[in-house]
Every structure is written in structure tokens, then in C-alpha cells.
């Protein structure tokens, strides 16, 4: 219960920061479709990567209110944690490339861009699993695979969530 406590205060934290962000509108049309701005302020490149390290910060909190490390534990953990956030960052460069090509030409967008976005969004997926799967018996030699695994829980759901909000923001392609 302690731990589904802290999760829950955590991500709050993690919703607050993204329902922050500037480049996305929260009105409807009248399809009931979010309304995306144009991402062509200047200071929007800015902000997102303000943003994301605002995010990660928050995750770098939930992991360690929801992890209960040894001392010893710890100090093997965290080099391995922010090599693996580093990774993970690179791969999510690409996602946030292709959200702000969406938003740019999702009125506009011909099935090939369509594809090309979904294959983009897929691939990203891909990445992030094959990351975790590459990272899980590194983490396992510092941690208990029990250890291992609830790290890995908690990042799939802040992961989840992140997506979740995205998602919500995106309207969908209109055939």
C-alpha cells in the first residue's frame, strides 16, 4: 500500500508537469478532437526539452520513492540508471521528432506520411522494449531479479502514462 501510495503522489507530479506544456492545445472541435498547435514558436524547442528534463527528474523521484535500495544497492544502481535514462533519452528524441512533424502536417498528411509516422511510432516502440531487454541483466547483477523487475514496472507505467497524456493531445488522422 505504501508503494501504490507513492507511485499514485508521483505521477500526479508527472501529469502536472506534461498537462503544463504550451504546444498543445486542450479545446475541442466539434469532432471532439484535441486541437493541435503549430509547433513553430521559437521557444518551443526550448520548452519541450525543459519539459522533458523536468520529466525525467520526476522519474529519477519515482524511482527512488518506490525502490527500497541498500545503501550498497544504490550506489551500483544509479550510474546504471542514468546510462539507461541516457538511452532512453536518444530514443525519445526521435519520438518527439515525430510528434512535432504530426502536429506540423496532420491536416494535411498523405497516406504515406500517415505510414511513415506509424512505422516511425512502431519502431520507436521497439527501441524502448529492446532497451529494457538489454538493460534487465544489467540491472539484475546489481538487484535482485524480484529488484530488477519492479524497476522495470515503474518505468513502464510512467512510460504509460506519459503516452497516455500524449496521446489524449493528438487528434486523430482524419481519412
Known sequence: MRMNLKLLICTAAVFTALIAAPGVSYGQDAATQPVVQPLSDPGTDQYIEMLRKDVRSLRKQIVAANLDLTDDEAVKFWPIYDKYTDDLRKINDTKVAL??????????????????????????????NRLRLKYFPVFHRVLSGKTAATFFQIDWRISQMIDLQLASQMPLIQP
Do not use: L, P
Open 99 to 128: 510528434v512535432k512533424d504530426y502536429a506540423r502536417n496532420y491536416t494535411t498528411m498523405t497516406d504515406e506520411q500517415a505510414e511513415a509516422y506509424v512505422r516511425g511510432r512502431a519502431g520507436v516502440d521497439e527501441s524502448v
